[in-house]
């Protein structure tokens, strides 16, 4: 198993929990993205930058993807590919996504689409905060102790 995030717009304090646990257990995880990203000195951690363009980095994390793999990414579409593929998908706030959970989201994800394109305010998500982050890393932790070796 490998984690593999969708860094570009990956919050800072989320890949710095995923440094820990990548060092602390030894998995392989590489952050995608389509510009240069800071990445610790690990044998465990490594950057794979992609060139610029529409959903050129959530490409890359498919074609990367092998059943059982870890994805962090909060973007709904490579989540539906990912889990397709039989990888698992975890949210920046804590959210492991299911193929019945997925479904529900994309029907969401397109009504609000609409909404929008209708000119209707829709908003966007609330700042992470500090209940987000211990979300996180605890769905983070169960994932683990169920799937890591």
């Known amino acids: 198993m490998k984690i593999l995030i969708d860094a570009d717009a990956c919050p800072k304090v989320i890949k710095e929990i995923l440094f820990r646990v990548a060092d602390r ?5 590489t952050l995608v993205a389509n510009k240069l990203l800071y990445c610790p000195p690990s044998p465990f951690i490594h950057a794979l930058q992609v060139p610029a363009g529409f959903d050129v980095a959530d490409n890359k994390i498919v074609e990367m993807t092998e059943a059982g793999d870890l994805i962090i990414t909060a973007d709904i579409p490579l989540a539906a590919e990912v889990i397709a593929k039989g990888g698992h998908v975890l949210n920046p706030r804590g959210e492991l996504y299911s193929k019945d959970s997925i479904k529900e989201r994309l029907a969401m994800r397109d009504f609000m689409d609409v909404l929008r394109s209708s000119g209707v305010e829709t908003g966007g998500p ?3 905060n500090q209940k987000d982050r211990q979300a996180f890393a605890n769905q ?3 994932f683990l102790a169920r799937h890591a070796p």
Do not use: E, I, V, W
């Open 25 to 29: 257990r030894q998995l392989h995880t």
């Open 140 to 142: 983070l932790d169960r």
């Open 126 to 128: 609330a700042a992470l």
